[in-house]
């Protein structure tokens, strides 16, 4: 149990695409055969997200990813924030406008801004304040992930972290993340195209064109929305508070991020999908989410 939910919790289980991982891994490890370390270390790299008002996931966001490109190459487009979190150094300040919530600006933004950055870069990471890509350890960083990369792009396999708050404390930003959590849940809505090496179209929600397609079941989405019970119930009350574009209401995109009061918060938090319209397809895939242990080898990734 967690907040008066039933949580269905797993120590493992088969990845409801695991069926295909052998083969999508035999082709990798074919493509890439003749790779040694110290190949690949000249391509030009860059990462990029956009940003407002993220006092707490974007320090956890510029640590990650500031291991692996230079501050020069790491953009951040800087949606009109009031609270000084994106006043640092460590990164390229973009700043950006517009008068409303509004997700199909979003993905038009970071698309241009992405194919910008493409004429420049051999290769261009584009990940949400809230996503940490990352290859699975014991495989490499995501460094030599990029030194061996020679992709159109890599659809990334999604998890959602989650946070049992009468099992787990509350988070610590100055602590690494992984060793604070144990449970995490497969999100396909994260199998996300995020590394490229060519300009993308993406859906609504940086969402590829093309799900499925070149997904590498080793090179994870780590979306931390939910990480910690109170930070995502204080961003959801943020964006609830912000004009939202009048389409993105009546399409209901994004608007479970509007979900703010304590029960209708908390059955949202662990899976339920009641906020769903009756037409959506999937309103009719229960109330829970199954939930796994985070294997061990992912403690130290960040």
Request: charged fraction near 30%; include cysteine; glycine fraction near 6%.
């Amino acid at each position: 149990m967690s907040g008066g939910l039933d949580i269905e919790i797993h120590e493992s289980r088969e990845h409801p695409l695991g069926v295909f991982f052998e083969s999508l891994r035999r082709t990798r490890r074919e493509l890439y055969a003749s790779w040694e370390p110290g190949m690949g270390t000249e391509k030009r790299r860059a990462v990029l997200t956009l940003v407002q008002d993220e006092a707490i996931l974007l320090p956890i966001w510029l640590r990650y990813y500031s291991r692996f490109f230079a501050p020069e190459d790491i953009y951040v487009l800087d949606h009109q924030s009031t609270d000084g979190s994106t006043d640092g150094s460590g990164f390229v300040r973009i700043p950006v406008e517009h008068e409303t919530f509004d997700n199909t600006w979003m993905r038009d933004t970071v698309q241009a801004h992405q194919h910008e950055l493409l004429k420049r870069y051999d290769v261009v990471l584009a990940a949400d304040v809230d996503e940490i890509v990352a290859p699975r350890p014991d495989w490499g960083t995501l460094g030599d992930y990029i030194d061996r990369f020679d992709e159109g792009f890599v659809n990334c396999l999604g998890y959602e972290v989650l946070h049992l708050k009468d099992r787990e404390s509350p988070l610590r930003t100055d602590r690494p993340i992984m060793a604070q959590r144990r449970y995490w849940f497969s999100n396909d809505a994260y199998d996300k195209a995020a590394l490229a090496t060519e300009p993308m179209a993406w859906e609504l929600g940086r969402h590829p064109p093309r799900l499925g397609e070149n997904l590498d079941p080793d090179l994870h989405l780590i979306h931390l929305h939910r990480v910690d019970y109170d930070i995502c119930q204080t961003r959801h009350r943020r964006w609830h508070d912000k004009p939202w574009n009048e389409r993105d209401l009546k399409e209901h995109w994004a608007t479970n991020n509007r979900i703010v009061a304590g029960e209708e918060f908390e059955r949202w938090f662990y899976g339920d999908n009641s906020w769903l319209r009756e037409d959506d397809a999937r309103a009719d895939e229960g109330a829970r989410i199954v939930v796994e242990e985070i294997p061990a080898v992912w403690r130290d990734a960040f």
